[in-house]
């Protein structure tokens, strides 16, 4: 085998290995919040308190290497506390209405993230945008808004799933979205800070997740109230959802599934992002979007499937299929490379 060749099948490997790691995130995402459906703020929280071990060990182990610098980490932590704040937000929003909604509808209405993302690089960092970039935006927002329509009549996919659920898991994508955008904000801030060097990856996300950690507890009141959930009643709720994760006890809930699909969920959400970043590492970022974005039709598929703890499976709509191919035109035609024309105008 050709030297040259070896770097191609290094990126085809990891290319393999983010599609297969992406699909089964998406997919334990649902299963994970079928024994957790009445404690979704749970799973946000041992996801959460999951990624800030992980980050700060890693991002300790970078700085007894050198990689990251004392002045790297005295970096002012206002935009990660909104930063956190944000996170904190979308993945609670996200688990709530994730919990509610059919397995299908959710890598669809996910991918409103790139609309958000499009709009608040534009308002916030003043980026400008190819007429190509911009017409894919709008079809995956026609995808989304077709797939969501696809609940109007009875017998659809949505059809009784409430407005609300939908609707959340697009805010929560807008949170998520103002997250990724103020933490390029804080690259971008941290290069001039550092005289031209940028911020260590592992320091944003590390301190990003702290305060996500620190929000999600500090908000558990708030989001549980907006459950239903009194603030008297929290303390017992917290119990019932601790021994429903353990699967101990008598809960009055089926708990099946915990805790193991809980933890894989864990497991697998941070070996894709792990995965995910060693690609762009490898090739670029352009590839990455690429790369994930073809996990989203086989994520839908799998969904629609009987799956253990949702034997009944579901039945996909022509709208809402005809929807999903339009999103999928568009998050393609998003991420296709710039001619040297484009990169001149954007």
């Not at 299963?31 to 959460?48: D, G, I, N, R």
């Not at 993302?117 to 308002?123: A, D, N, Y």
């Not at 800070?193 to 500090?218: E, H, T």
């Not at 864990?266 to 790369?291: D, G, P």
Request: hydrophobic share 55%.
């Amino acid at each position: 085998m050709p030297m040259s060749s070896s770097p191609a099948v290094a990126v085809a490997v990891a290319s393999a290995a983010v599609v297969a790691l992406a699909v089964a995130n998406r997919v334990l995402y649902k299963l994970a919040l079928v024994p957790l459906k009445s404690y979704p703020f749970l799973l946000a929280q041992l996801t959460t308190f999951g990624y800030v071990t992980v980050y700060f060990s890693i991002l300790y182990a970078r700085y007894r290497a050198g990689v990251v610098t004392r002045d790297m980490l005295t970096l002012p932590k206002i935009r990660f506390a909104v930063i956190g704040l944000l996170e904190a937000l979308g993945v609670a929003a996200g688990m709530s209405a994730g919990a509610m909604l059919p397995g299908p509808a959710i890598p669809i209405l996910s991918q409103s993230f790139l609309v958000w993302q499009l709009i608040f690089s534009v308002l916030l960092l003043g980026k400008t945008y190819s007429l190509r970039q911009i017409i894919g935006c709008l079809l995956v927002t026609s995808g989304v808004i077709l797939a969501v329509a696809s609940g109007a009549n009875d017998g659809h996919l949505l059809s009784g799933v409430k407005l609300i659920w939908p609707l959340l898991m697009v805010v929560s994508s807008a949170f998520q979205a103002g997250a990724s955008i103020l933490k390029e904000s804080v690259f971008v801030d941290g290069a001039k800070r550092l005289k031209g060097k940028r911020p260590d990856i592992f320091v944003v996300n590390s301190f990003g997740s702290g305060f996500q950690a620190l929000f999600v507890f500090l908000l558990l009141p708030l989001l549980s109230n907006l459950r239903g959930i009194k603030l008297a009643e929290l303390s017992g709720h917290l119990n019932g959802g601790a021994e429903c994760f353990l699967n101990v006890g008598e809960s009055p809930i089926d708990c099946g599934g915990a805790p193991f699909l809980p933890l894989l969920f864990i497991f697998v959400n941070m070996a894709f992002n792990i995965s995910l970043l060693n690609l762009v590492k490898m090739s670029s970022a352009v590839v990455a979007s690429l790369t994930a974005t073809s996990a989203v039709p086989i994520s839908i598929y799998i969904h629609s499937l009987p799956l253990p703890y949702i034997p009944q499976g579901a039945e996909l709509s022509a709208s809402f299929i005809f929807g999903g191919i339009v999103l999928l035109m568009g998050l393609i035609l998003y991420n296709l490379p710039q001619s040297s024309k484009e990169s001149k105008t954007d």
